[in-house]
């Protein structure tokens, strides 16, 4: 069955460093997806991505975030200078389309991240 | 407000009980609910769709009240493995898909 990759599973990272976080999403899907998850809290939107561009995001998803889907494959999470709020599971997501049927959406396992 | 809203629980229910679960949410021009179900550090995983006229899914039945603005699970017959947080998800403004903090369930032998 077809699923949605992520590495890396688990990060350690710094405060004030950079960090990016990846995904292959589901090969015939269209939108994809990054939402985060604090422990103990529920699941974030965070941003949409459709045809090479943001199609929403939230207000977490504010200047110190980026995504970018580099090659046919990849979606990328970059975080540009961490703070220790960021510690997170972020999941990537995708689905086959925005209406109908085709509109559930698919989950990575997640990327750990622990800023210290 | 918050867009999507389930009671936290956790709901401690015996192998074999039937245990039903509601979700309301905020905006009338929602589009699309869903139930998720998550393990403890994994990722969400699509329980079912929940269509208008209400559907089932072997032990699971989901309804949708659009008028009320609710959602329900109800699970039959509960197993051990039915054990883990049941996210009520609710899709509107295109492709935004908003998360209830969920339901954690409990199945005990």
């Known amino acids: 069955e077809p699923e949605v990759t992520q590495t890396p599973s688990h990060q350690v990272t710094q405060m004030g460093q950079e960090v990016i976080l990846r995904c292959v999403p589901i090969s015939n899907h269209l939108y994809f997806y990054w939402y985060r998850q604090i422990l103990g809290q529920k699941v974030e939107f965070l941003v949409s991505f459709y045809n090479n561009e943001i199609s929403e995001k939230s207000e977490i998803f504010d200047d110190q975030f980026s995504v970018e889907r580099p090659d046919g494959s990849n979606f990328t999470l970059k975080i540009r200078s961490t703070k220790l709020e960021d510690s997170a599971m972020y999941f990537c997501?995708?689905?086959?389309?925005?209406?109908?049927?085709?509109?559930?959406?698919?989950f990575g396992e997640g990327s750990w991240l622990t800023v210290v | 407000r918050k867009e999507v809203e389930q009671d936290p629980g956790p709901f401690n229910v015996p192998e074999g009980a039937t245990v039903a679960f509601n979700c309301t949410y905020s905006n009338s021009a929602s589009q699309s609910f869903f139930w998720y179900r998550q393990d403890c550090r994994k990722e969400p995983k699509l329980l079912m769709s929940v269509y208008s006229s209400g559907n089932e899914d072997g032990r699971f039945t989901a309804q949708l009240n659009r008028a009320s603005q609710y959602i329900s699970l109800l699970i039959r017959d509960s197993k051990l493995s039915d054990s883990a947080t049941y996210l009520c998800v609710v899709r509107y403004n295109f492709n935004k898909f908003y998360f209830g903090s969920g339901t954690k369930l409990n199945v005990k032998p």
């Open positions: 997501a995708s689905s086959e389309s925005s209406g109908g049927v085709g509109n559930t959406i698919y």
